[in-house]
């Protein structure tokens, strides 16, 4: 898969088309159901994504949406296709390495992220890298401009 600095419409399609399975860096709990750091797991979820919660905080809860928690994403069983992130920018450096580590197809800095240091080294290691878009906004885009397909999942793929 050819990697590029710019997540234009078509690398972003591509990661929507090829993302299945999506681990939630920096997810929030359902106490905080109004955040987009659960609003947009729960449009996931409800879309047809496997979703794998990764709450920073919260060291007490054990599921998130009704599905275990992971605290590290190197520690979550089988394959990721995409890493959706909502840390501060400055807070993005220290997990760098457990993403390089579980070596997903693509990771997805939400709406207002940026970091392009973190950004650099992801792509160095083959991993495409979304900046500053809202995952739910451009799914949504995605859908309605593959039009009544028969979609059956959420995802557009029909099966």
């Known amino acids: ?91 993005i450096p220290p997990h760098v390495d457990d993403v390089i580590a579980k070596r997903p197809r693509a990771v997805w800095f939400q709406l207002g992220i940026r970091n392009d240091e973190a950004a650099a080294r992801l792509r160095a290691a083959g991993i495409t890298v979304v900046q500053d878009h809202c995952l739910m906004v451009e799914h949504r885009r995605w859908l309605a401009a593959r039009g009544p397909r028969g979609s059956t999942n959420g995802r557009g793929s029909g099966g």
Not at 18 to 42: H, M, N, W, Y
Not at 66 to 74: A, D, E, I, Q, T
């Open 1 to 91: 898969m050819s990697r590029t600095v710019d997540a234009d419409s078509s690398v972003i399609d591509r990661v929507l088309r090829d993302s299945r399975r999506i681990a939630v860096l920096g997810i929030k709990t359902e106490r905080q159901a109004d955040q987009p750091a659960f609003r947009i797991p729960r449009y996931l979820v409800e879309a047809g994504f496997e979703v794998v919660p990764v709450p920073v905080y919260y060291p007490e809860v054990i599921e998130i949406l009704g599905l275990p928690v992971y605290r590290k994403l190197v520690d979550i069983p089988g394959e990721i296709d995409l890493v959706d992130v909502f840390r501060r920018p400055e807070d």
